[in-house]
């Protein structure tokens, strides 16, 4: 069944399954294969605050879409194109805030399992939303979404 991305950019919501499937993952590869006990304590404190920055992301950036009053379903049409707030540091900060809560339980708990998974999350929805998230903001907002995606990187823009 083919998209029209003017409409919605994906039929299927696959970033909250990829998050979902890879934390399962992690956690079932964890109980099988344990990795604890092998970082030291200052890295699994590094952990805790990926953690605390991954969660910030993601509740920063669905309060600012929230105030917008845009969808932030990731199967459903943008009303807006939002690029305040997290959005000025990355075109995407829900998915790099799950990123980063991933990459922090994987350290904070010295699960070890959640740290490639994490990053295939990352990659996988990178290819099966981001992209076609961007096609959809491309045909329903043109030369404002060509502007915003000229200085704002896809993934983060590190201020230093």
Same mark, same amino acid.
């Given at each position: 069944?083919a %998209?029209?991305?003017?409409?919605?950019?994906?039929? %299927?919501?696959?970033?909250?399954?990829?998050?979902?499937?890879?934390?399962g *993952?992690?956690?079932?590869?964890?109980?099988?294969?344990?990795? =604890?006990?092998?970082?030291p304590?200052?890295?699994? =404190?590094?952990?805790? *605050? /990926?953690?605390?920055?991954?969660?910030?992301?993601?509740?920063w950036?669905?309060?600012?879409m929230? #105030?917008?009053?845009?969808?932030?379903?990731?199967?459903?049409?943008?009303? $807006?194109l939002?690029?305040?707030?997290?959005?000025?540091?990355?075109?995407?900060?829900?998915?790099?805030g799950?990123? #980063?809560?991933? %990459?922090?339980?994987?350290?904070?708990? =010295?699960? #070890?399992w959640?740290?490639?998974?994490?990053?295939?999350? *990352?990659?996988? /929805?990178? $290819?099966?939303?981001?992209?076609?998230?961007?096609?959809?903001?491309?045909?329903?907002?043109?030369?404002?979404?060509?502007?915003?995606?000229?200085?704002?990187?896809?993934?983060?823009?590190?201020?230093?």
């Amino acid at each position: 069944m083919a %998209i029209d991305f003017n409409t919605r950019p994906n039929w %299927i919501p696959w970033p909250p399954i990829l998050l979902i499937a890879a934390g399962g *993952a992690a956690y079932l590869l964890q109980r099988g294969f344990p990795t =604890s006990g092998l970082l030291p304590d200052w890295l699994m =404190s590094f952990g805790e *605050a /990926v953690l605390a920055l991954g969660l910030a992301f993601d509740f920063w950036a669905m309060g600012v879409m929230f #105030l917008a009053r845009t969808n932030i379903l990731p199967n459903r049409g943008a009303g $807006r194109l939002v690029t305040r707030g997290p959005f000025t540091l990355t075109r995407n900060p829900i998915y790099l805030g799950n990123t #980063l809560l991933l %990459i922090g339980i994987g350290l904070a708990f =010295s699960a #070890l399992w959640f740290l490639p998974l994490a990053l295939l999350a *990352a990659f996988l /929805v990178d $290819r099966l939303a981001i992209r076609r998230e961007e096609a959809h903001l491309a045909l329903r907002f043109g030369a404002e979404w060509e502007a915003y995606a000229a200085k704002t990187p896809r993934w983060l823009r590190l201020p230093f």
